[in-house]
């Protein structure tokens, strides 16, 4: 079946790059409409050649921020980089080198550290996401403002010190920030910057959400691979015998990721579907989660602002700088 094509505002359609759109598009605060293209997001980067970055350039992206992990950044550069005899260890990855040709800009600002990527951390990570309720993505996304706050500190740095005249007379200054999927770390980041601006929660949730058709051209491959996991095998494995799977269990499972298993288990289309379920709720996006979210910043952190004030380590001017270059002042 054809996928149906995206619309455009807000995507865009570029090759090899999923869930890459406008941030901005229809957003409003009640000063005056979220500005546009400054704030664009996308799932992981590593496949753009020249030609895909020539196009995001042109597009108004200057500087690409990365919140992915080192164990995640490795496995995107797998088999990428460049293994000639004799070649330095510390050759550039090809899609670096047409990002940096392009005259794109690259900060690595990883919201986990590379032992958050332990079994153990995986394994209490992934129990979250699958979830049935919107709790367990709130825990998931809580634990993200925690240990993202640096992270996310560069990104509003870099944003507040844009000058919007400059973004109006057509200078190209936009910020492309993604993780993995473009879904969760940096969906958390778009919801506190846009809830601190003042643009309702519904328009938040529903940005959010539009990463779902966002990322449907590899949901389905995004699923296979979660259900032919060792983890995902065994949290099948304890359904069909009507079992909880434990936290430990399932670490050991996520550690053993990559042993193929002798003997493939065969399961019934209960629990193939409950399993399916689960990992499409990891890979979802829903509006739920995203309210959710938001409620529990005020609850816990005080607000969005408050959150971007202690956490974040911002002060007056900063964000006085954000939303003035943020927001299209209908005061002129």
């Not at 690409?64 to 080192?70: A, G, I, T, Y």
């Amino acid at each position: 079946m054809a996928q149906t094509p995206l619309p455009s505002p807000p995507f865009f359609t570029i090759p090899n790059i999923a869930n890459f759109r406008d941030a901005s598009i229809t957003l409003q605060t009640p000063h005056g409409p979220i500005r546009e293209r400054i704030l664009f997001r996308s799932a992981e980067v590593s496949k753009l050649d020249r030609a895909g970055w020539d196009a995001v350039r042109a597009l108004g992206v200057a500087h690409v921020f990365d919140l992915r992990s080192k164990p995640e950044v490795e496995k995107g550069w797998s088999g990428i980089v460049a293994s000639a005899p004799g070649a330095p260890k510390d050759v550039r990855l090809r899609w670096m080198v047409g990002m940096e040709d392009s005259g794109v800009q690259r900060t690595w600002v990883p919201v986990f550290r590379e032992q958050d990527y332990g079994p153990a951390a995986l394994a209490e990570r992934y129990q979250k996401y699958m979830h049935k309720s919107t709790e367990g993505f709130v825990a998931a996304y809580r634990d993200i403002l925690k240990s993202g706050a640096s992270a996310y500190r560069t990104m509003f740095l870099y944003l507040a010190g844009l000058d919007p005249v400059e973004v109006d007379d057509g200078k190209r200054r936009g910020a492309l920030i993604h993780c993995t999927a473009g879904k969760d770390r940096t969906g958390v980041f778009f919801g506190i910057l846009f809830d601190f601006l003042g643009v309702s929660r519904e328009q938040i949730a529903a940005e959010y959400n539009l990463t779902e058709p966002g990322l449907a051209v590899i949901r389905e491959v995004v699923v296979a691979r979660l259900l032919q996991s060792p983890g995902f095998q065994r949290y099948m494995l304890s359904l069909s015998q009507g079992e909880m799977l434990s936290q430990e269990q399932f670490a050991k499972s996520v550690e053993n990721r990559n042993v193929a298993d002798a003997e493939p288990v065969v399961f019934g289309p209960e629990v193939m579907e409950e399993g399916r379920q689960a990992a499409l709720r990891m890979a979802g996006a829903r509006k739920e989660s995203m309210l959710a979210t938001l409620e529990m910043v005020d609850r816990e952190f005080g607000g969005s602002e408050r959150y971007m004030r202690e956490y974040c380590g911002l002060v007056d001017r900063e964000l006085e700088g954000l939303r003035r270059v943020c927001v299209v002042s209908s005061t002129g």
